[in-house]
């Protein structure tokens, strides 16, 4: 299995500009994650998917922000628009459903730069 | 309070040395612990789950105090290669609320 698949790898878009972040979860996983990590803050989870239904978004910092998951094998995270204190790196994980100690593979990460 | 929090670091230890990271969690309902590993640039990976009576994989030690509320991980023989970032990790099992919490992390430096 290929894991987690994200892209683009690397952002830098122009304050203001809609951004697009794409994963790929591992195949037969049911839980989707999308986490944000910087500096200052550390890992910090913006949503999360069961069976493509999104669970709790708590975490999303505003409406600039949305998620969605068409499908068990597509999800995307959208920022629009996009504004300086958004650049981070921006992880997909994902799980698989059962299991107390089921493991989240992550993908190797989205660096966006908003400038 | 942050519900997961670590002593950032850095330490810096020499090779061979023997180092212990800790952490506390505030939610009791905590149910899941894990430690995870990240190098730089790259993404977290899993390095051990953490059992109520302690469990070992190598060189690495995990421990958890459920009354404390404190996990600990212990790292023997240390390795350059051991070097990277340690995320004390827990998550709830409750309905609506299975994702995992992070730790800022502590940051680990061998030096040889």
């Known amino acids: 299995d290929a894991g987690v698949i994200q892209s683009p790898r690397h952002e830098v878009t122009e304050m203001g500009q809609e951004v697009t972040l794409r994963c790929k979860p591992i195949s037969g996983h049911d839980y989707l994650f999308w986490y944000r990590q910087t500096m200052m803050r550390g890992l910090e989870l913006l949503i999360y998917f069961n069976n493509n239904v999104p669970i709790d978004d708590s975490g999303m910092p505003e409406d600039r922000f949305s998620a969605k998951m068409p499908n068990a094998s597509f999800s995307t995270l959208k920022i629009q628009p996009s504004e300086p204190r958004d650049s981070a790196v921006y992880f997909c994980a994902s799980s698989p459903g059962e299991g107390r100690e089921a493991e989240a593979f992550f993908g190797q990460g989205t660096r966006l730069t908003v400038v | 309070r942050k519900e997961v929090e670590q002593d950032p670091g850095p330490f810096n230890v020499p090779e061979g040395a023997t180092v212990a990271f800790n952490c506390t969690y505030s939610?009791?309902?905590?149910?899941?612990f894990f430690w995870y590993r990240q190098d730089c640039r790259k993404e977290p990976k899993l390095l051990m789950s953490v059992y109520s009576s302690g469990n070992e994989d190598g060189r690495f030690t995990a421990q958890l105090n459920r009354a404390s509320q404190y996990i600990s991980l212990l790292i023997r023989d240390s390795k350059l290669s051991d070097s990277a970032t340690y995320l004390c990790?827990?998550?709830?099992?409750?309905?609506?609320?299975?994702?995992?919490?992070f730790g800022s992390g502590t940051r680990l430096q061998v030096q040889p």
């Open positions: 990790v827990v998550r709830l099992e409750d309905t609506g609320r299975r994702a995992l919490t």
């Open positions: 939610n009791s309902a905590s149910q899941s």
